[in-house]
């Protein structure tokens, strides 16, 4: 199936699935949403605190 016609059927930017399909995009370094909030020592801080 073509790469255009899968994107569109899953609503994935072509470019996006065409990058990972030709391997210029690692999967287990990609990250996905937004970053990290809190660092470790404030996350600590509020377990603590509740």
Known sequence: MPIKT???QYGVPHNTL????KGR???E???TG???LLTLEEEA???EHI
Do not use: F
């Not at 065409?18 to 399909?21: E, F, K, L, N, Y």
């Open 6 to 8: 899968v994107a569109r």
């Open 18 to 21: 065409r990058d990972r399909v």
């Open 25 to 27: 995009v690692d999967p």
């Open 29 to 31: 370094t990609t990250m």
């Open 34 to 36: 937004s970053g990290q």
């Open 45 to 47: 801080k509020l377990v």
